[in-house]
């Protein structure tokens, strides 16, 4: 083979070996390329996948807190009735009370006795409330708070009946008449059985014997009495009322306004606690 020829094949090598480098180094372009482009992708998707967890823990964070606002507002509404239910039952009692010292109807007195009983009735349907509401820690007290103001509500309605009795003794008394004389002289019955009860209380001699002769002469006076004066219950209220002490005046009574204010205390102290610290949550 003459020279020429010989460059002409050595011509076409490197032109075939150019052609081969040049597209080992496009292949390695193009590696180089897609790996850089799939690392910018996954820097990407992971940027956008921060960027989504971001705003949906703050979505969650917004619901949460408006959540737990929306339920410190149940709590404290349902705490505010509560209270005010509570004393409404003691303030049912006592205007029941006052109102039973004058010449009530029979109507009369069945709506203060029904009054008493929806206070107590709405007392414990807010009871209820608090209790699904909690905590414990105020629940607790609030049906303390409960139990007392039944207990009171009782010697409310009793402390009714006496004063009904009493005042009806006292018109009866200032009326004249043969209804005058049977009412003075259950009060003066009402005197020997009160002065019974002193006697036991002071241990004296006899006190048992002098507390039911006044007890008899009582039932006697009773019997004397115009037809419908005093019914069964008003005048067993005058009998327990004068033989111990009325039921507004008695221990159980006074035990059970102070557990009442002792519990009051408490479920305001921790019905604050449960407020303030939620909203610092």
């Not at 080992?24 to 390329?33: E, P």
């Not at 607790?140 to 009714?160: E, K, N, R, V, W």
Request: aromatic residues 6%; contains cysteine.
């Amino acid at each position: 083979m003459d020279l020429e020829g010989i460059g002409a094949l050595t011509a076409a090598g490197v032109a075939v070996f150019g052609v081969l480098a040049s597209v080992l180094v496009g292949r390695w372009q193009m590696r180089a390329a897609l790996r850089a482009a799939e690392a910018t992708g996954q820097a990407g998707l992971a940027q956008a996948e921060a960027a989504y967890r971001a705003a949906l823990d703050a979505v969650r964070a917004q619901a949460n807190a408006g959540h737990r606002q929306w339920h410190r507002g149940v709590q404290r509404e349902a705490y505010a009735a509560f209270l005010l239910a509570a004393h409404r039952v003691r303030d049912v009692g006592e205007r029941f009370v006052v109102e039973s010292e004058q010449d009530l109807s029979a109507e009369g007195v069945m709506a203060g006795r029904a009054g008493l009983d929806d206070a107590l009735a709405a007392l414990k349907a807010a009871q209820t409330i608090v209790e699904l509401e909690g905590p414990d820690e105020v629940a607790a007290p609030a049906a303390a708070m409960t139990d007392a103001a039944q207990l009171m509500s009782h010697f409310l309605g009793a402390q009714a009946v006496y004063e009904r009795a009493w005042g009806k003794l006292g018109r009866l008394a200032g009326a004249g008449g043969g209804g005058s004389q049977g009412a003075s002289a259950l009060v003066d019955a009402l005197e020997r059985l009160r002065a019974g009860r002193r006697a036991a209380e002071e241990d004296v001699e006899e006190s048992g014997a002098e507390s039911g002769a006044g007890e008899r002469a009582c039932r006697e006076a009773w019997g004397a009495l115009p037809a419908g004066a005093l019914d069964d219950d008003e005048f067993r209220a005058l009998l327990e009322g004068w033989s111990s002490r009325s039921p507004t005046s008695s221990r159980a009574y006074l035990d059970s306004v102070t557990r009442f204010g002792e519990a009051e205390a408490r479920f305001v102290r921790a019905a604050k606690v449960e407020l303030h610290s939620g909203s610092r949550s």
